[in-house]
T-cell receptor
């Protein structure tokens, strides 16, 4: 079983739609959680950290469920510019280790 | 804003050449990382460093070495480049005192022929 798993997609959604991605992790000792966005042939860019209480940044909402060991990302009112690959990242602080999912590809269609 | 820069965006080298990839960050981050990213495999950690002159092997260190002589600079060295090292190389930095988020450089797309 992979340490961090994501549905690779692609998720094809119309502009204005709401879309949600989940990411599951296997190590219960995981301490920090992040969502990154990666455009084609570019570097990953931090979208948001995921806190235990959940957090929201504009159209983006992230949630953490420690009991079921998953994090989620909700995008409301999708824009064409949201088309990208979304990477889930989990950090094991004591080991300096960041585990990356292979990403979920989103295509927002006009 | 955190800035991580890498010495080259694109690089073409021949098999057997020694290759140096440099990474510089300007945010006084303690931790620095080198990854490679290949289609279908995601990001894989090659080496990381949590302090000057300190280094730790990641998941795929074979064929690579690193150097960290100054806090802001982390170099990746391919001792003798091979075609299976053709990849996108990404440098990142982070600080445990600044939220643990990693910030990435723009990447170096290395082709070994």
């Amino acid at each position: 079983r992979k340490e961090v798993e994501q549905d690779p997609g692609p998720f094809n959604v119309p502009e204005g739609a709401t879309v949600a991605f989940n990411c599951t992790y296997s190590n219960s000792a995981s301490q920090s959680f992040f969502w990154y966005r990666q455009d084609c042939r570019k570097e990953p860019k931090l979208l948001m950290s995921v806190y235990s209480s959940g957090n929201e940044d504009g159209r983006f909402t992230a949630q953490l469920n420690r009991a079921s060991q998953y994090i989620s990302l909700l995008i409301r009112d999708s824009k064409l510019s949201d088309s990208a690959t979304y990477l889930c990242v989990v950090n094991m602080k004591a080991t300096y280790k960041y585990i990356f999912g292979t990403g979920t590809r989103l295509k927002v269609l006009a | 804003d955190v800035k991580v820069t890498q010495s080259s965006r694109y690089l073409v080298k021949r098999t057997g050449e020694k290759v140096f990839l440099e990474c510089v960050q300007d945010m006084d981050h303690e931790n620095m990382f080198w990854y490679r990213q290949d289609p279908g495999l995601g990001l894989r950690l090659i080496y990381f460093s949590y302090d000057v002159k300190m280094k730790e092997k990641g998941d795929i260190p074979e064929g690579y070495s690193v150097s960290r002589e100054k806090k802001e600079r982390f170099s990746l060295i391919l001792e003798s480049a091979s075609t299976n090292q053709t990849s996108m190389y990404l440098c990142a930095s982070s600080s445990p005192g600044q939220g643990d988020e990693q910030y990435f450089g723009p990447g170096t797309r290395l082709t070994v022929t």
